[in-house]
């Protein structure tokens, strides 16, 4: 039997056949239509995904459970999207529609918490009876797993790290309130303490790759810098670290989970974050002497958003 996992996007739909370890057998992917009515952007899913199960040399009566995984709140327990506002859906029954033009079971999620679920089945948290997963990106999500399931909340909206207030009357965020962890923790925040620092240090390194172009400024180039000595992208990094630090101590001293993996396109720096936040965190924990959860990073990439919506209906 064989799993379909369906990644929804903001510019593209990817689809992936997935077999019981989690590994892609096939993939196929569409535009994602956003001038189009609900009913019709759901029919152009599910012919996607007929067409690639057909691609891939297999057949409906192989398939076991279709998963989608979509930027926005879901509903598990009644199959519904609250909302996603990048495709424009608010309050949509996702599984009553889908299942009009496939009759398999459908199961949706939050794109960041099937991230999650995707790594505790076939990435660096595999094998352990709890995880958490943070993506560091634009903005900051996540995942909590235990025992192989995804914990979404009582009432669907949980994981929600990235909002979780990390500064009392901090930087104001997009969801209304101030002080979140996506104002800290996120690649835009990076960003945003770069460009501030380096409006009045113009001889930092990071002006200089940027040509004076302080628009251009991003993660890699602040992390490349640091990593060269640049003083001010320094500045930057440690900062950065300091509230990711705690973050991550927070949810251990909060939920003790075996593992927490870093994901998004901030933890591409790879060891040179890794071996910082490792070390921030241990400032943090509470008990300093005794065993706290691994930090990994993440290790499937744009994959595992087929691979942990695919695994919902296991």
Not at 295 to 303: F, M, R
Request: charged share 20%; proline share 3%.
């Amino acid at each position: 039997m064989i799993y379909v996992g369906i990644d929804v996007g903001g510019t593209g739909i990817q689809v992936g056949l997935v077999d019981e370890s989690g590994k892609i057998l096939c993939k196929g992917g569409i535009v994602t239509r956003t001038d189009i009515p609900f009913d019709m952007q759901v029919k152009a899913m599910a012919d996607c995904v007929l067409d690639t199960i057909d691609k891939g040399g297999y057949t409906l009566g192989d398939v076991k459970a279709i998963g989608a995984g979509v930027p926005g709140v879901t509903d598990p327990r009644t199959g519904n999207i609250a909302f996603c506002t990048n495709l424009g859906w608010v309050d949509v029954p996702f599984v009553q529609e889908f299942n009009k033009h496939i009759a398999k079971p459908v199961f949706v999620g939050n794109d960041a918490t099937v991230a999650g679920l995707a790594e505790s089945v076939a990435g660096v948290s595999a094998g352990s009876d709890s995880s958490v997963f943070v993506t560091l990106g634009t903005g900051v999500g996540g995942g909590i797993v235990f025992n192989g399931k995804v914990w979404n909340g009582f009432h669907g909206v949980g994981s929600e790290i990235g909002h979780m207030i990390l500064e009392l009357d901090g930087e104001p965020c997009t969801c209304g309130n101030y002080g979140c962890v996506e104002r800290y923790c996120s690649a835009t925040a990076i960003i945003r303490m770069a460009r501030e620092l380096c409006a009045v240090h113009p001889e930092s390194e990071i002006v200089k790759v940027c040509e004076g172009d302080l628009s251009r400024v991003n993660a890699k180039v602040v992390f490349d810098a640091a990593k060269n000595g640049d003083e001010i992208a320094l500045k930057v990094f440690h900062r950065y670290v300091k509230y990711l630090g705690q973050l991550v101590a927070s949810l251990v001293n909060c939920i003790d989970p075996e593992v927490i993996v870093l994901g998004g396109g901030v933890s591409k720096a790879g060891d040179f974050l890794l071996d910082a936040v490792r070390a921030e965190t241990r400032r943090y924990v509470l008990y300093k002497t005794l065993p706290s959860a691994r930090i990994e990073l993440a290790k499937l990439g744009p994959d595992a958003g087929i691979i942990g919506a695919a695994m919902l209906g296991k």
